[in-house]
């Protein structure tokens, strides 16, 4: 039998992983959230597997001027069989709240986007039957602006509707606080889409602040 070399056992990982079916919509939310756990099962499965494993390390560092702590995931993910070998995710990065949760949940979001970027993992729903592991269908919205940023992780339409659906100034804040780790990870991986819902939000904060 010949043996796999590590980035042989990486691809096996990446067409053996099942997609990830995302979470319920919350009280409150307008999207449905890929949840930290669901990632990490499928492709912690998926590694094991093909006889690779992952561990994670962090960086972390206060930003004062946005008052929050952001976090840096580096993964290795390691042969099992030649532990000489490995294969580095390296740039994962997520921001969380000055308080006793804002390290763990930034730690967590970074881990998800650098599992997600190893495998490339799929993720969709198809009604009550969970997810379906057929291709994407080409599911683009078309609009007078430029073309929106579509990502198989962040709903960025969706994310536009919500903040534009806002009824109140209260309702915003909500939405605003619900999608703001979503706007840092486009923030720092697509800026074309970080200001298109950027210059949303700035515009319906404006015209709910004028009573329309």
């Known amino acids: 039998m010949i043996k796999k070399n590590i980035y042989q056992k990486l691809h096996d990982a990446c067409l053996s992983a099942k997609g990830v079916k995302k979470g319920a919509k919350a ?4 999207f449905n959230p890929l949840l930290h756990d669901d990632v990490q099962a499928t492709a912690t499965q998926a590694l094991l597997d093909n006889g690779l494993y992952a561990t994670c390390n962090y960086l972390t560092e206060i930003v004062p001027n946005i008052k929050q702590v952001m976090v840096v995931c580096t993964m290795r993910v390691y042969d099992v069989d030649d532990p ?13 709240n000055l308080d006793k949760f804002g390290t763990g949940n930034a730690m967590s979001y970074s881990r998800k986007y650098a599992f997600l970027n190893l495998l490339n993992l799929k993720t969709g729903i198809k009604d009550e039957d969970g997810y379906e592991p057929k291709p994407f269908e080409d599911s683009t919205e078309q609009s007078v602006e430029e073309p929106t940023y579509l990502d198989e992780t962040i709903d960025v339409e969706e994310m536009k509707r919500a903040l534009k659906s806002t009824n109140n100034l209260d ?5 605003k606080n619900l999608i703001r780790k979503d706007v840092e990870f486009l923030m720092r991986n697509n800026l074309r889409a970080y200001r298109q819902v950027t210059d949303i939000a700035e515009t319906r904060e404006l015209q709910l602040n004028n009573g329309q």
């Not at 009280?27 to 307008?30: A, R, T």
């Not at 309702?171 to 939405?175: D, P, S």
């Open 27 to 30: 009280n409150g939310m307008h």
């Open 84 to 96: 000489t070998q490995h294969v580095l995710v390296d740039g994962c990065s997520a921001f969380g």
């Open 171 to 175: 309702e915003f804040l909500e939405v």
